[in-house]
């Protein structure tokens, strides 16, 4: 009895460490957010596509501004990196670190030019999850990143 507990101890333990990595590989969807900064207040929607590519549209007391780039994910950690910028007033590239908190929630801090900003704060999906109805959120602001050419294999 005691090693039939003892084999599905472990097969739980195994199967928990497989499933970590896979929640955070799920990020493909539309994101928002709300975050404290240096300025004030920004809020913004972040969508990530199939191919872990990003884009985002913010706002911050002084003006609108948008972000691309990409993501790096893996055992339930989620790194939301900015390549490129647009504002009207400069604009120091964000680089989001963020622990899963579910299929639909990451905590985030943020490390920008300036430095690490204290406040944590939270993205949240809502929509084009994997395998929902809504489908994936390809197509969606395509006018804010420059477009992407396939790889050629």
Not at 66 to 79: D, M, N
Request: hydrophobic share 35%; proline share 4%; charged share 25%.
């Amino acid at each position: 009895m005691k090693r039939q507990l003892c084999a599905l101890a472990i097969s739980l333990a195994v199967l928990a460490i497989e499933a970590a990595p896979s929640v955070a590989q799920d990020v493909s969807g539309e994101w928002q957010f709300k975050r404290r900064a240096r300025e004030g207040w920004h809020t913004g929607t972040i969508v990530i596509d199939k191919d872990g590519q990003v884009r985002q549209r913010g706002r911050n007391p002084f003006q609108d501004y948008s972000q691309c780039g990409h993501v790096v994910a893996g055992g339930g950690k989620v790194e939301i990196v900015f390549t490129s910028v647009k504002s009207t007033h400069g604009y120091s590239i964000d680089h989001f670190y963020c622990t899963v908190q579910g299929e639909s929630a990451l905590s985030c801090f943020n490390i920008d030019g300036i430095g690490k900003e204290d406040d944590l704060f939270r993205i949240e999906r809502v929509g084009g999850k994997p395998g929902s109805s809504d489908g994936q959120p390809d197509g969606q602001m395509d006018d804010v990143c420059p477009a992407r050419e396939k790889p050629q294999v």
